[in-house]
């Protein structure tokens, strides 16, 4: 079956070039020409898979095995849907062009429901809703149902619905369990009623392209035959990291013919998080009886050392199909772990090592230091700074440019600084206030006629009817907090003052309230601002110290060292590679296995995995003894993973007690490895919450339990009254209208509107009628 609408190019006229299987190993040549009957490409780190991948969709191309348009290919990424192209296109050349089954699940997936959107109540000409739009959506329903969004705020309802749709549930699939995640029992109401306004607007979001395509198939058979016969082969990248609706999705597409090549690594599936199931690889035998396994794992990438620690590791995963990769690269150096006393000599310890590398010719570019967290990046920022280390944060922010770092500055620097209106004009509604652009547009009216700071103008309009009453209130009450902690800075450590500043505003109840992994991830940044504070005596000290490392911005074209997550790594490889921070708590990380027990262990096993595994040359892990939290130093133990490595491969330096052997003995005790976490000891463990704690009570010693609840009077900040308005004067006001003087005080006056009655403005709103 041909596609009409495909570019029509027929296989005897791509290039014939190089036989393709020219240059690959025994295991990619098989994966290549096996064709027929379902194929798993089991393709570990470093293994060619891409290469094995292209070549095998341009031998079924070439070889005149299917139109270019008879064949669906999968990926995760709009960049590796390109890369793929653009590699097939140089095998193939112009028919290439006759590929739009080649891309991403959402964009296929799209592409699809344009042809069926009237099987699912929409046009086909449906727009897709971004995160903000779903949110606004979200929000209206909740205000329009009286359900209190502080309390169960969008985000969280939002997350609620994307985790279904990656399910592929519709609202009336949702058990209790689930229909208790939202409202105490009213997120079934919530997803349905969310589902009847987007098909009321003629909208779905991203996560409903997989599932309306899923429900078509499921529900219409003549349109699932209709890509059954269209599709002679499918091919999918990255199986492991498929979610149940896009598993679901391809194995009904693929179950005619049953032409299916799945290529991933159950090793190295690490994202969970976002809805992928390691299962869906797993069991791919099952769902597909016959299928025929073929096992990439001669690696090209590491050294075997770097290899033979990383498969020592990974084998303490029971649910894996499993694998050994093998390399003819020289042996290299073993896998160093380092034991350290604290974070900051981890810190200066990996800065001493890159200057050293840096030295010996290595380039910076080849340097990583992969971390389990973000927050964990601050301390080598800080320490890079200050040796003059160019460095660079890939998939996210530098540590003091992301938005709740900087909101807490924010807050700080008002407290330090009155007249900073740039950090004043964030943080005024942040949180929501119920301060919107109008009453800011008032501030910054009233603020540049009176040549006055944000902050003092915010006092000011607070004593006047300029505002409606709750935003007046609201003002009043912001700036009575700002005076008393303004009053307490003197009294109170930076750190102890910010964890007070953040409590009492409700930033960190705002972000509590999300229960999203990203507000998690917020609030742990938070908790390392707090630490980083600690080594400061004073708030003045350490904003300075804050704008010379915002400062510290290096050329884009310089090589720098590169700092980013585990996760953000997978894919990329570097000749050295840093893993810091390899304690219990931290990594693996506590919350993870809170919330997943042994699942959860199994996967941070795997992101261990995958981050060893993009070493080239060079691994050094390192862990510390003390790490400090709430400014109280806490003692905690190396990770579990560390005893895991094969003593073989592994050399360790440590000047703590004991050494590596020690801890590994240690957790050589417990027979079952998950037995610590079971046993839940938390003088050996560093735990994470899942939200922002407050420090000891102990550490507020020296904050008043009450303060005063006034702040200096509006009067105190009065201006000089305008010498051609005076009482009886006849005057204009923009919201009130014509009026007349009553009373004067400084720049305050009661004014007699005709339609408003009395009212009271500042001098500066009003003009002569």
């Known amino acids: 079956m041909t596609d009409p609408h495909a570019f029509s190019v027929s296989p005897v006229d791509a290039p014939s070039g190089a036989p393709l299987i020219d240059g690959l190993n025994a295991p990619q040549r098989e994966a290549v020409l096996t064709t027929e009957g379902p194929v798993l490409m089991l393709a570990g780190a470093g293994t060619g898979k891409t290469a094995a991948l292209t070549r095998r969709l341009a031998h079924l191309v070439r070889a005149r095995l299917a139109w270019p348009s008879e064949i669906l290919c999968v990926t995760f990424t709009n960049k590796a849907a390109r890369e793929m192209r653009e590699r097939v296109g140089q095998l193939i050349g112009p028919a290439v062009e006759g590929m739009p089954w080649l891309g991403t699940f959402h964009a296929i997936a799209a592409k699809m429901l344009r042809r069926h959107a009237e099987l699912v109540g929409l046009e086909s000409n449906y727009t897709i809703i971004d995160t903000d739009d779903q949110l606004r959506l979200l929000k209206q329903l909740i205000q329009a149902e009286g359900i209190d969004e502080k309390r169960w705020p969008a985000k969280q ?205 290595a380039p910076l570019d080849q340097i990583a230091i992969l971390v389990r967290a973000q927050y964990q990046t601050r301390e080598f920022e800080d320490r890079f700074i200050s040796i003059g280390m160019r460095y660079r944060i890939v998939g996210g922010f530098r540590f003091y440019e992301r938005a709740e770092i900087r909101d807490a500055l924010a807050y700080l620097r008002v407290i330090a600084q009155g007249a900073d209106d740039l950090a004043f004009e964030r943080i005024y509604n942040t949180p929501k206030r119920g301060l919107g652009a109008k009453a800011l547009e008032k501030l910054h009216s009233l603020a540049r006629r009176s040549g006055i700071p944000l902050a003092r103008a915010a006092i000011e309009i607070a004593d006047t009817d300029e505002l409606p009453a709750r935003a007046r209130n609201t003002f009043l009450s912001l700036m009575r907090d700002f005076a008393r902690w303004r009053d307490l800075e003197a009294s109170t450590s930076p750190a102890d003052l910010m964890r007070l500043v953040l409590d009492e505003s409700g930033y960190t109840d705002a972000l509590q309230a999300e229960k999203t992994p990203e507000a998690n991830g917020r609030l742990e940044n938070l908790v390392e601002l707090a630490r980083a504070m600690e080594e400061y005596e004073s708030l003045g000290d350490f904003l300075e110290h804050v704008s010379l490392v915002m400062d510290n911005e290096s050329a884009a074209d310089e090589e720098k060292v590169t700092i980013m997550t585990m996760h953000g790594a997978k894919g990329l490889e570097f000749d050295n590679v840093f893993l810091p921070g390899w304690e219990e708590g931290v990594f693996p990380s506590q919350r993870a296995l809170d919330e997943g027990g042994l699942a959860s262990l199994e996967e941070e096993r ?22 400090r939290i709430y400014g109280q130093w806490t003692s905690s133990i190396p990770s579990r993973f560390i005893a895991e490595l094969p003593e073989d491969h592994v050399e360790s330096e440590t000047t703590l007690s004991g050494g590596a052997s020690l ?54 900040f009065a201006a000089k009254p305008r010498t051609d308005i005076a009482v009886g004067a006849r005057v204009f006001h923009e919201k009130f209208g014509y009026g007349t003087v009553a009373e004067q005080e400084g720049n305050k006056l009661e004014i007699d509107f005709e339609q408003a009655g009395r009212k009271r403005v500042i001098d500066s709103f009003v003009k002569p009628a």
Request: aromatic content about 8%; charged content about 30%.
């Open 606 to 627: 795997r992101l261990a995995y995958v981050a060893i595994t993009r070493a080239k040359r060079k691994c050094t892990i390192l862990h510390a003894a003390n790490r």
């Open 663 to 716: 801890w590994r003995a240690q957790w050589s005790e417990h027979a079952d490895p998950f037995a610590d976490v079971a046993r839940n000891q938390p003088s050996r463990i560093v735990t994470r919450g899942p939200g922002w704690q407050r420090a000891a009570a102990a550490s507020f010693e020296t904050v008043p339990k009450r303060v005063a609840e006034s702040t200096r009077s509006a009067a105190s």
């Open 157 to 361: 309802l939002a997350g609620c619905i994307d985790r279904w749709k990656n399910r592929g549930l519709n609202p009336a699939d949702l058990d209790a369990g689930e229909n208790e995640a939202y409202a105490n029992g009213k997120g079934q109401k919530f997803y349905q009623l969310y589902q009847d306004r987007l098909r009321a607007v003629n909208a779905c979001d991203f996560g409903d392209l997989l599932l309306h395509m899923l429900n078509i198939l499921r529900k219409h058979r003549d349109v699932l035959e209709q890509y059954q016969q269209r599709f002679k082969y499918v091919m999918v990248d990255e199986y492991q990291d498929t979610n149940q609706v896009q598993y679901l999705w391809l194995r009904l597409l693929a179950q005619a013919r049953r032409n299916i090549c799945v290529v991933g690594d159950d090793d190295q599936s690490i994202y969970s998080w976002r809805g992928a199931e390691v299962a869906n690889i797993l069991k791919f035998e099952k769902d597909f009886p016959g299928a025929k396994v073929i096992k990439l794992e001669q690696n090209y990438r590491s050294t075997p050392q770097i290899l033979a620690a990383a498969s020592g590791l990974i084998d303490e995963n029971t649910q894996r199909l499993g694998k050994t990769l093998w390399t003819e690269r020289h042996a290299g150096e073993k896998v160093r772990v380092i034991g350290v006393w604290d974070a900051p000599e981890e810190a200066r310890r990996v800065g001493d090592e890159i200057e050293r590398l840096e030295r010996e010719g």
